[in-house]
């Protein structure tokens, strides 16, 4: 259990250096870009590149507490999709907000509790599972709508993820970090989290004192999931369509964000206020590329670079 307990320790400084490294990135990418774009500081832009992180920033807080509980997971875009595809099949048959919701959510905790049980009951590596069953339920979005973009009209499911409140603040910004506060106290604030830190720093340690280690990463699956289907609610209602490409890539650009902010892809250590931080920053990237212009393709590349940074830094701190 020492060894736990150092291993936490030792997380814990990792993540706090990283988020504040991410944090000055941050700052002096947002300096470069105000000097290559003067609309970049306007107060619109700013909330556009809060109101477009929701959605990273959602999947975001469900992959650090998988990767900080030692887990993986790569099918959440495809939950995105999923969520996006089913909602706007049933959208004119129901119409309601409260229906839509509850049918995502359902959504996520099946699709979380798929992956949880394939990686606990059958021992599988959680790369390999969630990479199969990215496929399995992008699959069934695209069986439920025929791979056919589904456009729809419904003015109150669209304030969830284009409407504002307290004036000019973007409703999808809100609700994104009201999920960063809720990730947070779960992490830093319940046994339960504590326990998600101990099983990702040591697991053969946290069996010894005690820890139902399956219980433990199955839970963190089904909050990933939730979390994945709370990201495609946003999505499907900023678009106000189901998208057969609406969650291509974003389990990457949540990776990326959950790693910036210094979540360890070993499991063990990570943080939600990193988090944040690092998908603002990716976001403002991303942003800034736009306003100067740059070709998408050369986003892309941009952003693969950014994912495979995040994961070189991390590979140097368990080497030293």
Known sequence: MEDVKANRIKGKRFHMTSAWSTFFVWIVICAIM?????????????????????????????????????????????????????????????????????????????????????????????????????????????????????????????????????????????????????????????????????????????????INIKKIKLSTYIICGICAAIAGLISTSQNSAGLTNSGDGAELNAIAGAVLGGASLAGGSGSMVGTLIGVLLLNTITNGLNLLGVSSYWQLVAQGAILVFAVIVDSFKHKS
């Open 34 to 210: 105000a000097v290559l774009s003067p609309y970049f500081l306007s107060v619109k832009n700013f909330l556009s590149i809060a109101q477009y992180s929701a959605i990273t920033g959602a999947l975001a807080v469900g992959m650090t507490i998988v990767i900080v509980g030692g887990g993986i997971d790569i099918s959440v875009g495809s939950v995105v999709t999923l969520v996006g595809m089913v909602l706007a099949a049933i959208m004119p048959a129901s119409g309601s907000v409260p229906l839509m919701i509850i049918a995502a959510l359902a959504i996520g905790v099946a699709c979380g509790l798929a992956n949880g049980l394939l990686v606990t009951k059958l021992n599988i590596v959680p790369f390999v599972v969630t990479l199969g069953t990215m496929e399995i339920f992008k699959g069934l979005a695209f069986l439920t709508t025929r791979g056919v973009n589904t456009p729809f009209n419904n003015l109150d499911f669209a304030a969830i993820g284009r409407g504002y409140s307290f004036g000019q603040i973007p409703n999808s910004f809100i609700i994104m970090l009201c999920m960063i506060v809720v990730g947070a106290f779960l992490l830093k604030m319940t046994p339960f989290g504590k326990k998600i830190f101990a099983v990702g720093s040591n697991a053969t340690a946290s069996k010894l004192a005690g």
